[in-house]
């Protein structure tokens, strides 16, 4: 059964420096999304990406992220300047259509420090 | 604003059924999921409803009333395994299709 791909599984990293996120969507979908969960808490929205742009985000993901689709393939979350309240664990998910389910990845946790 | 409520914590016995309740409010409607979360891992989808009514799948059970803001999810015949948290996540109106999502109910099931 298709699934969504992310890598790498754990990432730690000091505070002040970038890390790219890298999610492999199911390959016929066509909506993309970043999630995040601190630890203990809810899931929250960070961005929504279709037809090659950003259609919706939050006010969690400001000007130190960016998303992009460099291939037909990968889905890219780049912090620039991770700060300590980056750490928690990044979800990447999928859709296929309009009115579908969103179908998620493993998840990346990242410790900054 | 847009808010979800579930219960924080359930408990259950083996061989036994659970509802988890969730109401919500937000900004219009199109649909609520119903994920599974073990500890560490990815959401894993359930159940969807978009209608009013009852959705079974297998031990898994979903219901929903829009008139009333609220869904449960039903499980019959609970194993050890189905020890986890339980997300109730909506799509509210939009083309943008995120979901906004419940705290979670953490269900331990003790034999």
């Known amino acids: 059964e298709p699934e969504v791909t992310q890598t790498p599984s754990h990432q730690v990293t000091q505070m002040g420096q970038e890390v790219i996120l890298r999610c492999v969507p199911i390959?016929?979908?066509?909506?993309f999304y970043w999630y995040r969960q601190i630890l203990g808490q809810k899931v929250e929205f960070l961005v929504s990406?279709?037809?090659?742009?950003?259609?919706?985000k939050s006010e969690i993901f400001d000007d130190q992220f960016s998303v992009e689709r460099p291939d037909g393939s990968n889905f890219t979350l780049k912090i620039r300047s991770t700060k300590l309240e980056d750490s928690a664990m990044y979800f990447c998910a999928s859709l296929d259509r309009e009115g579908g389910t969103q179908y998620f990845g493993p998840g990346t946790r990242l410790l900054v420090l | 604003g847009q808010n979800i409520d579930q219960p924080t914590e359930m408990t259950a016995t083996e061989g036994a059924i659970v509802q988890i309740n969730c109401t919500y409010q937000?900004?219009?409607?199109?649909?609520l999921f119903w994920y599974q979360q073990h500890a560490g891992e990815a959401p894993t989808f359930l159940s969807y409803n978009v209608l009013d009514g009852l959705e079974e799948k297998g031990r898994f059970s979903s219901f929903l009333s829009r008139s009333k803001g609220y869904s449960y999810l039903l499980l019959k015949e609970l194993q050890m395994k189905d020890s986890a948290s339980y997300l109730c996540?909506?799509?509210?109106?939009?083309?943008?299709?995120?979901?906004?999502w419940g705290l979670g109910t953490s269900l331990a099931v003790n034999p």
């Open positions: 996540a909506v799509r509210p109106a939009g083309n943008n299709r995120k979901l906004i």
């Open positions: 937000t900004s219009g409607f199109n649909g």
């Open positions: 990406f279709y037809n090659n742009e950003i259609s919706e």
């Open positions: 390959s016929n979908h066509l909506y």
